[in-house]
Structures are given as C-alpha cells and as structure tokens.
C-alpha cells in the first residue's frame, strides 16, 4: 500500500493538536507502516453516557478522518463496559452508575453517527464488552496488580477528592486499567483523546507494556468548550450540540455561543481550510464587523455537514423569522451586566425581577420554558459569557441580556 512521505503526514497528524508522545515513536511506526505496507491502527474511544454524538467528540473523529485520508485504520472502542464505571477525569465527585441496558440504549445511534464523518470501509468498530464480558476474575486481579494505588493518586482529579474528603469509588480505579486493555485488545498504535484524557492515555502505554506490546503513541486535543462558554461541551452538562440534532436546534444552539469561541469553532469543528480561517479571523478582529453575522456563517459551515447547505439556509431563515424585528417585542427590554459579577442565568432572572425568585427560575427550566437564543434551556446551572442574549422566558416575555 502506498502512503505519503513520512514529513507529509506528520504535518497533517500535528495539525489542531496539543501534545505528541511522542513524535520520534510515531515517525518509527510509520516507517514500518511504509516498510511493510501496512497501515498502523489509530483508536479512539466513547462511553455512550446519552444518545447523541457532540460536536466536542467530532474534533477527534475530524482528525481520525485525516488518518483514514492517509490510508490508516481506525479502531472505535464503544464503552458499554467501561460507559458502566464513568471516566473520573475531570470529576469532582464519583459519577452515576449506568446500567447496562441505558449504556445499549444510547449506543443504538452511535454507529450512524460515526460514519456522518468516517469512511466506514477503513473504520472497525469494537464494543469493550467483547473482552471484559469474557474476563475470569483472576484476569481482573492481574489486569489490577499492573498498577499500583500510588501511580492511581498521581491523577489530579483523585488526589484533590482524596485531599478534600470526597468519596472515591473503588471501580473509578479500574477506568484507567480497562481503557490501557482496551489499546491491548485491539493492538493499538496510536490513541487519540482530549487534554484532560492524557492520564488515560498514559496508562495504556504502561498497561501494553505490562502486556509485552510496544506502547501506543498518545496524541491530545484542544477541549472544545460548550455552548455556555465555560465548561467542555458534555452531554451530562447538556452544553453541548448533537450532530443527529435538528438544523433548527443547531442553529439555534450555535447561535448561543460566545463571540469569543466563534473562531475555535471554525478552526476545531469545519471543514475550512487555512486561508478561509485566516480570513475569519481578519473580519473577526475588524471591530466594525457584527460577530452575530460570521455566527450565522459557523452555523451554516457545521449542519451543511452533518446535514445539508439547503437544511442550513433553511435554519437561518427559521431563525431570523425568530428573532426579527416583527417576532420580538418593539420594547425588549436591555440589561448590560459585567463580566467579572455572578453570571448565572437563574440567579439574573431573579434579580432582575423576571422570575419571583431563583426556585421559580429553576422550575421553569425544568420544564422547558426558557430559552437562549431559540435555543431551550436545560441546565439549571447556566452563566452567561461575554456576549449577547435573548431570553425568551415562558410564551411572551422577552429579555436580552448584554454581557460587557
């Protein structure tokens, strides 16, 4: 099989990313893979905690899409297994246990999801039950005594609980070991995941080890924050866009985001190439350019991918025909707020008297009656950022909030 020129590739593997570990180990893997004509095997693993694929996954999957164009195989690890324990990075408390029945029923969609994306011919597919169904409880002692409690407490997020009396569950400590065998099990080369992953991603070299296999070469990637501006785009923080979402709702979730996201946006989540960036990034700093409008254009850039440029324009109308002039109030009321105050949603409302009190806030966004920038509000923990909103409160009330 032919591949391009090592230098070639490895432009195009660095490319958007963090950190390589490490570089002198990929180039030997590729001269093998060159060598002998055989691509090396790139893996990437999801627990499906919800249904939905985000677009904070997809950074990962564009760059195993960029692997797959240079002629390598991808390995996706499906964590019905592992999706059971929950993985404690960045965790301050242990996370819900699934049961493994939920775990099957987010999976469903998955698949389909994956291949909006990936080729599926140059694509396998695994679910980590395959192996950890089979495992006779001394394969999980040995699996176990790979590792030591005092290699486990060098996680930040562990020690910080440890240190502040949080609870730590016994089966948070194997998430690291059954990601390092997932990499045995399927021999990889290379794994990719994001910064706060690295720890993960480390175990697996030292789990292949233990198991007499070369380590896999580790490569992180930028956190894409989600819609609130804050936090990373998580399906349990409900932050996030899902790629088999409507065009109506991606739009309008996109929409919401921080003008000062808008260019990673591009950068982590189009297809847009360098020169067209650079271009976003001119008018960007053009202070007499609107953000909302180079929005409209990340909006359309994202679901003409996942969906299509017509569903795309036809989004932008619906959302226009939202928020013009004759569908809002002539009268919106206008409330500038600093930056560095309290930013959460509920407690503004509150405050500014367009609910009675933070409770009621709290309720009317369980039920589903408020909404930033046409987009329906499900996290009751929701700040603001620098920025624009309108917040639509129940059927009529209106409030648009500008965040300086």
Same mark, same amino acid.
């Given at each position: 099989?032919?591949?391009?020129?090592?230098?070639?590739?490895?432009?195009?593997?660095? $490319?958007? *990313?963090?950190?390589?570990?490490?570089?002198?180990?990929?180039?030997?893997?590729?001269?093998?893979?060159?060598?002998?004509?055989?691509?090396?095997?790139?893996?990437?693993?999801?627990?499906? *905690?919800?249904?939905?694929?985000?677009?904070?996954?997809? +950074?990962?999957?564009?760059? &195993?899409?960029?692997?797959?164009?240079?002629?390598?195989?991808?390995?996706?690890?499906?964590?019905? !297994?592992?999706?059971?324990?929950?993985?404690?990075?960045?965790?301050?408390?242990?996370?819900?246990?699934?049961?493994?029945?939920? +775990?099957?029923?987010?999976?469903?969609?998955?698949?389909?999801?994956?291949?909006?994306? %990936?080729?599926? $011919?140059?694509?396998?597919?695994? !679910?980590?039950?395959?192996?950890?169904?089979?495992?006779?409880?001394?394969?999980?002692?040995?699996?176990?005594?790979?590792?030591?409690?005092?290699?486990? %407490?060098?996680?930040?997020?562990? *020690?910080?609980?440890?240190?502040?009396?949080?609870?730590?569950? %016994?089966?948070?400590?194997?998430?690291?070991?059954?990601?390092?065998?997932?990499?045995?099990?399927?021999?990889?080369? +290379?794994?990719?995941?994001?910064?706060?992953?690295?720890?993960? &991603?480390?175990?697996?070299?030292?789990?292949?080890?233990?198991?007499?296999?070369?380590?896999?070469? +580790?490569?992180?990637?930028?956190?894409?924050?989600?819609?609130?501006?804050?936090?990373?785009?998580?399906?349990?923080?409900?932050?996030?866009?899902?790629?088999?979402? *409507?065009?109506?709702?991606?739009?309008?979730?996109?929409?919401?985001?921080?003008?000062? &996201?808008?260019?990673?946006?591009?950068?982590?989540?189009?297809?847009?190439?360098?020169?067209?960036?650079?271009?976003? $990034?001119?008018?960007?700093?053009?202070?007499?350019?609107?953000?909302?409008?180079?929005?409209?254009?990340?909006?359309?850039?994202?679901?003409?991918?996942?969906?299509?440029?017509?569903?795309?324009?036809?989004?932008?109308?619906?959302?226009?025909?939202?928020?013009? $002039?004759?569908?809002?109030?002539?009268?919106?009321?206008?409330?500038?707020?600093? @930056?560095?105050?309290? %930013?959460?949603?509920?407690?503004?409302?509150?405050?500014?008297?367009?609910?009675?009190?933070?409770?009621?806030?709290?309720?009317?966004?369980?039920?589903?009656?408020?909404?930033?920038?046409? @987009?329906?509000?499900?996290?009751?923990?929701?700040?603001? @950022?620098?920025?624009?909103?309108?917040?639509?409160?129940?059927?009529?009330?209106?409030?648009?909030?500008?965040?300086?």
């Amino acid at each position: 099989m032919q591949f391009p020129p090592i230098n070639e590739q490895i432009d195009v593997i660095k $490319k958007g *990313t963090e950190e390589l570990i490490s570089e002198e180990e990929l180039v030997r893997k590729l001269e093998r893979s060159m060598k002998n004509g055989e691509p090396i095997r790139v893996k990437q693993g999801f627990d499906p *905690t919800a249904p939905d694929i985000h677009l904070g996954h997809t +950074v990962g999957i564009r760059k &195993l899409r960029e692997f797959q164009e240079l002629g390598h195989t991808i390995v996706l690890i499906i964590g019905d !297994y592992t999706g059971m324990v929950g993985d404690p990075s960045g965790k301050s408390e242990t996370r819900p246990r699934l049961t493994y029945d939920k +775990v099957m029923e987010n999976a469903k969609t998955y698949e389909e999801q994956f291949f909006k994306i %990936l080729d599926r $011919k140059k694509t396998e597919i695994h !679910y980590n039950g395959e192996w950890f169904s089979k495992m006779q409880f001394d394969e999980i002692m040995s699996l176990a005594a790979k590792f030591t409690v005092a290699r486990i %407490l060098e996680r930040d997020d562990f *020690t910080k609980r440890y240190q502040e009396g949080n609870p730590i569950s %016994l089966h948070e400590f194997f998430y690291p070991l059954m990601q390092g065998y997932d990499s045995v099990a399927i021999k990889s080369d +290379v794994e990719l995941g994001a910064t706060e992953q690295k720890f993960n &991603l480390l175990a697996a070299r030292h789990v292949q080890r233990e198991y007499n296999q070369e380590p896999q070469v +580790v490569l992180t990637l930028p956190v894409l924050e989600g819609i609130d501006g804050t936090q990373r785009m998580s399906k349990s923080l409900g932050n996030y866009v899902g790629i088999d979402e *409507t065009p109506e709702e991606m739009f309008g979730k996109i929409m919401s985001i921080p003008d000062n &996201l808008i260019y990673k946006y591009f950068t982590l989540v189009t297809n847009y190439h360098l020169d067209q960036l650079a271009n976003v $990034k001119k008018r960007l700093d053009d202070p007499k350019t609107n953000p909302m409008t180079v929005k409209k254009e990340l909006a359309r850039a994202i679901i003409g991918i996942y969906h299509s440029e017509e569903a795309a324009k036809m989004a932008q109308k619906s959302f226009e025909q939202v928020f013009s $002039k004759g569908e809002l109030p002539d009268d919106i009321e206008e409330i500038t707020v600093d @930056s560095t105050g309290d %930013l959460m949603l509920v407690k503004l409302l509150a405050e500014k008297g367009i609910v009675s009190s933070n409770g009621e806030g709290r309720r009317l966004i369980k039920q589903g009656a408020i909404k930033v920038n046409d @987009s329906k509000l499900s996290d009751i923990n929701f700040s603001l @950022s620098k920025g624009e909103y309108i917040i639509k409160v129940g059927k009529r009330r209106f409030v648009k909030f500008i965040v300086k």
